[in-house]
T-cell receptor, first 115, second 111 residues
Framework: SQTIHQWPATLVQPVGSPLSLECTVE??????LYWYRQAAGRGLQLLFY??????ISSEVPQNLSASRPQDRQFILSSKKLLLSDSGFYLC??????????????FGPGTRLTVL | SQQGEEDPQALSIQEGENATMNCSYK?????LQWYRQNSGRGLVHLIL?????REKHSGRLRVTLDTSKKSSSLLITASRAADTASYFC???????????FGKGTMLLVSP
Protein backbone atom coordinates (compact mmCIF):
# COMPACT_ATOMS: atom_id res chain seq x y z
CA SER A 1 0.00 0.00 0.00
CA GLN A 2 1.02 3.60 -0.51
CA THR A 3 1.99 5.95 2.31
CA ILE A 4 3.07 9.56 2.43
CA HIS A 5 5.27 11.08 5.11
CA GLN A 6 5.95 14.68 6.04
CA TRP A 7 8.37 16.10 8.55
CA PRO A 8 8.67 17.82 10.78
CA ALA A 9 5.12 17.81 12.15
CA THR A 10 5.54 21.22 13.76
CA LEU A 11 8.13 23.94 13.37
CA VAL A 12 8.69 27.32 14.97
CA GLN A 13 11.20 29.49 13.14
CA PRO A 14 12.35 33.12 13.45
CA VAL A 15 11.82 35.59 10.65
CA GLY A 16 14.73 35.52 8.22
CA SER A 17 15.72 31.94 8.94
CA PRO A 18 15.84 29.22 6.24
CA LEU A 19 13.25 26.49 5.81
CA SER A 20 13.28 22.93 4.58
CA LEU A 21 10.20 20.70 4.67
CA GLU A 22 10.39 17.20 3.34
CA CYS A 23 7.80 14.89 1.88
CA THR A 24 8.31 11.28 0.79
CA VAL A 25 5.95 8.77 -0.78
CA GLU A 26 6.24 5.01 -0.52
CA UNK A 27 4.62 2.23 -2.48
CA UNK A 28 4.20 3.89 -5.86
CA UNK A 29 6.39 5.07 -8.73
CA UNK A 30 6.45 8.32 -10.70
CA UNK A 31 3.70 10.03 -8.70
CA UNK A 32 2.58 13.58 -9.27
CA LEU A 33 3.56 15.55 -6.16
CA TYR A 34 2.03 18.71 -4.71
CA TRP A 35 2.72 21.31 -2.01
CA TYR A 36 -0.21 23.25 -0.57
CA ARG A 37 -0.45 25.91 2.13
CA GLN A 38 -3.51 26.34 4.29
CA ALA A 39 -3.93 29.53 6.31
CA ALA A 40 -6.07 29.37 9.44
CA GLY A 41 -9.73 28.83 8.56
CA ARG A 42 -8.99 28.96 4.84
CA GLY A 43 -8.91 26.62 1.91
CA LEU A 44 -5.85 25.12 0.31
CA GLN A 45 -3.57 27.16 -1.89
CA LEU A 46 -1.53 25.18 -4.39
CA LEU A 47 2.09 26.28 -4.21
CA PHE A 48 4.01 23.84 -6.42
CA TYR A 49 3.46 20.63 -8.28
CA UNK A 50 5.78 18.19 -9.99
CA UNK A 51 5.16 15.53 -12.64
CA UNK A 52 8.70 14.12 -12.53
CA UNK A 53 12.22 14.43 -11.14
CA UNK A 54 13.49 17.97 -11.54
CA UNK A 55 10.19 19.16 -13.02
CA ILE A 56 8.60 21.84 -10.83
CA SER A 57 5.67 24.10 -11.65
CA SER A 58 5.06 27.13 -9.48
CA GLU A 59 1.52 28.33 -9.01
CA VAL A 60 2.11 31.38 -6.86
CA PRO A 61 5.22 33.60 -6.99
CA GLN A 62 6.52 33.97 -3.47
CA ASN A 63 9.26 33.45 -1.00
CA LEU A 64 9.31 29.68 -1.40
CA SER A 65 10.86 27.16 -3.77
CA ALA A 66 10.47 23.44 -4.32
CA SER A 67 12.70 20.66 -5.54
CA ARG A 68 12.28 17.01 -6.46
CA PRO A 69 15.68 15.36 -6.21
CA GLN A 70 14.29 11.82 -6.29
CA ASP A 71 11.18 10.24 -7.76
CA ARG A 72 9.32 10.04 -4.46
CA GLN A 73 10.85 12.99 -2.58
CA PHE A 74 9.53 16.54 -2.64
CA ILE A 75 11.16 19.37 -0.70
CA LEU A 76 9.82 22.83 0.09
CA SER A 77 12.41 25.47 0.91
CA SER A 78 12.93 29.09 1.72
CA LYS A 79 16.13 31.07 2.14
CA LYS A 80 14.54 33.68 4.42
CA LEU A 81 11.19 33.15 6.10
CA LEU A 82 8.59 35.90 6.36
CA LEU A 83 5.83 36.23 8.95
CA SER A 84 3.34 35.60 6.15
CA ASP A 85 4.87 32.15 5.54
CA SER A 86 3.18 30.84 8.69
CA GLY A 87 0.56 28.20 7.99
CA PHE A 88 -0.20 24.53 7.61
CA TYR A 89 1.78 22.94 4.77
CA LEU A 90 0.41 19.86 3.13
CA CYS A 91 2.09 17.54 0.69
CA UNK A 92 0.00 15.33 -1.59
CA UNK A 93 0.49 12.81 -4.37
CA UNK A 94 -1.60 11.44 -7.18
CA UNK A 95 -1.15 8.76 -9.80
CA UNK A 96 0.24 9.65 -13.20
CA UNK A 97 -2.74 10.73 -15.33
CA UNK A 98 -4.29 7.79 -17.10
CA UNK A 99 -3.09 5.14 -14.64
CA UNK A 100 -5.83 5.73 -12.09
CA UNK A 101 -8.26 8.37 -10.93
CA UNK A 102 -7.22 11.98 -10.30
CA UNK A 103 -7.82 11.94 -6.56
CA UNK A 104 -4.99 13.18 -4.38
CA UNK A 105 -3.63 11.57 -1.23
CA PHE A 106 -2.44 13.89 1.50
CA GLY A 107 0.24 13.71 4.12
CA PRO A 108 -0.33 14.65 7.77
CA GLY A 109 0.97 18.20 7.29
CA THR A 110 3.54 20.51 8.91
CA ARG A 111 2.41 23.36 11.14
CA LEU A 112 4.87 26.25 10.58
CA THR A 113 4.91 29.28 12.85
CA VAL A 114 7.20 32.14 11.93
CA LEU A 115 7.90 34.53 14.82
CA SER B 1 -9.09 33.22 -6.97
CA GLN B 2 -10.86 30.21 -5.54
CA GLN B 3 -12.59 28.07 -8.12
CA GLY B 4 -14.85 26.29 -5.65
CA GLU B 5 -16.85 28.10 -3.03
CA GLU B 6 -18.65 26.09 -0.39
CA ASP B 7 -21.61 27.16 1.63
CA PRO B 8 -22.46 27.34 4.37
CA GLN B 9 -19.11 28.22 5.89
CA ALA B 10 -20.19 26.46 9.08
CA LEU B 11 -22.97 24.02 9.89
CA SER B 12 -24.03 22.73 13.30
CA ILE B 13 -26.44 19.79 13.60
CA GLN B 14 -27.43 17.00 15.97
CA GLU B 15 -26.48 13.37 15.55
CA GLY B 16 -28.89 11.55 13.30
CA GLU B 17 -29.73 14.61 11.22
CA ASN B 18 -28.67 15.04 7.61
CA ALA B 19 -26.02 17.56 6.60
CA THR B 20 -26.00 19.26 3.22
CA MET B 21 -23.09 21.29 1.88
CA ASN B 22 -22.98 23.11 -1.41
CA CYS B 23 -20.17 24.02 -3.77
CA SER B 24 -20.18 26.43 -6.68
CA TYR B 25 -17.47 26.80 -9.28
CA LYS B 26 -16.79 29.12 -12.19
CA UNK B 27 -15.29 27.32 -15.18
CA UNK B 28 -15.76 24.01 -16.98
CA UNK B 29 -14.57 20.88 -15.21
CA UNK B 30 -13.81 17.26 -15.98
CA UNK B 31 -14.62 16.13 -12.46
CA LEU B 32 -15.39 17.44 -8.99
CA GLN B 33 -14.13 15.87 -5.80
CA TRP B 34 -15.04 16.18 -2.14
CA TYR B 35 -12.49 15.87 0.64
CA ARG B 36 -12.71 15.79 4.40
CA GLN B 37 -10.24 17.27 6.89
CA ASN B 38 -10.23 16.56 10.59
CA SER B 39 -8.78 19.37 12.67
CA GLY B 40 -5.03 19.65 12.25
CA ARG B 41 -4.80 16.70 9.88
CA GLY B 42 -4.37 16.07 6.18
CA LEU B 43 -7.26 15.80 3.75
CA VAL B 44 -8.95 12.53 2.91
CA HIS B 45 -10.63 11.91 -0.42
CA LEU B 46 -14.33 11.08 -0.07
CA ILE B 47 -15.88 10.88 -3.50
CA LEU B 48 -15.40 11.94 -7.12
CA UNK B 49 -18.12 12.77 -9.61
CA UNK B 50 -17.41 13.18 -13.30
CA UNK B 51 -18.87 15.95 -15.42
CA UNK B 52 -21.16 13.50 -17.25
CA UNK B 53 -22.61 12.17 -13.98
CA ARG B 54 -25.48 13.78 -12.10
CA GLU B 55 -25.51 11.81 -8.86
CA LYS B 56 -23.25 9.43 -7.01
CA HIS B 57 -23.52 7.50 -3.75
CA SER B 58 -20.96 6.09 -1.38
CA GLY B 59 -22.21 4.73 1.92
CA ARG B 60 -23.90 7.62 3.75
CA LEU B 61 -22.63 10.13 1.19
CA ARG B 62 -24.62 11.41 -1.74
CA VAL B 63 -23.13 13.84 -4.22
CA THR B 64 -24.97 15.67 -6.97
CA LEU B 65 -23.57 17.72 -9.82
CA ASP B 66 -25.36 20.28 -11.95
CA THR B 67 -22.98 21.44 -14.65
CA SER B 68 -25.52 23.92 -16.05
CA LYS B 69 -25.52 25.73 -12.70
CA LYS B 70 -21.87 24.95 -12.00
CA SER B 71 -22.74 23.59 -8.60
CA SER B 72 -22.49 20.44 -6.52
CA SER B 73 -23.88 19.30 -3.21
CA LEU B 74 -22.69 16.80 -0.64
CA LEU B 75 -25.28 15.16 1.58
CA ILE B 76 -24.27 13.19 4.65
CA THR B 77 -27.18 11.16 5.95
CA ALA B 78 -27.72 10.07 9.56
CA SER B 79 -24.73 12.09 10.73
CA ARG B 80 -22.53 10.98 13.61
CA ALA B 81 -20.30 12.92 15.98
CA ALA B 82 -17.34 11.38 14.12
CA ASP B 83 -18.43 13.26 10.98
CA THR B 84 -17.32 16.50 12.64
CA ALA B 85 -14.72 17.91 10.25
CA SER B 86 -14.22 20.43 7.45
CA TYR B 87 -15.39 19.44 4.00
CA PHE B 88 -13.87 20.80 0.80
CA CYS B 89 -14.82 20.57 -2.82
CA UNK B 90 -12.09 20.53 -5.44
CA UNK B 91 -12.22 20.97 -9.18
CA UNK B 92 -9.77 20.13 -11.91
CA UNK B 93 -10.53 23.15 -14.06
CA UNK B 94 -6.88 24.02 -14.52
CA UNK B 95 -6.04 20.67 -15.95
CA UNK B 96 -6.00 17.08 -15.03
CA UNK B 97 -2.95 17.25 -12.82
CA UNK B 98 -4.00 20.04 -10.47
CA UNK B 99 -6.95 20.72 -8.22
CA UNK B 100 -8.43 23.98 -6.99
CA PHE B 101 -9.98 23.81 -3.54
CA GLY B 102 -12.72 25.90 -2.00
CA LYS B 103 -12.55 27.37 1.49
CA GLY B 104 -14.57 24.54 2.98
CA THR B 105 -17.58 23.98 5.20
CA MET B 106 -16.92 23.30 8.87
CA LEU B 107 -19.41 20.70 10.10
CA LEU B 108 -20.08 20.19 13.81
CA VAL B 109 -22.20 17.20 14.78
CA SER B 110 -23.27 17.22 18.42
CA PRO B 111 -24.16 14.02 20.28
Amino acid sequence: SQTIHQWPATLVQPVGSPLSLECTVEGTSNPNLYWYRQAAGRGLQLLFYSVGIGQISSEVPQNLSASRPQDRQFILSSKKLLLSDSGFYLCAWSYTPGLAGPQQFFGPGTRLTVL
Amino acid sequence: SQQGEEDPQALSIQEGENATMNCSYKTSINNLQWYRQNSGRGLVHLILIRSNEREKHSGRLRVTLDTSKKSSSLLITASRAADTASYFCATDSKGYSTLTFGKGTMLLVSP
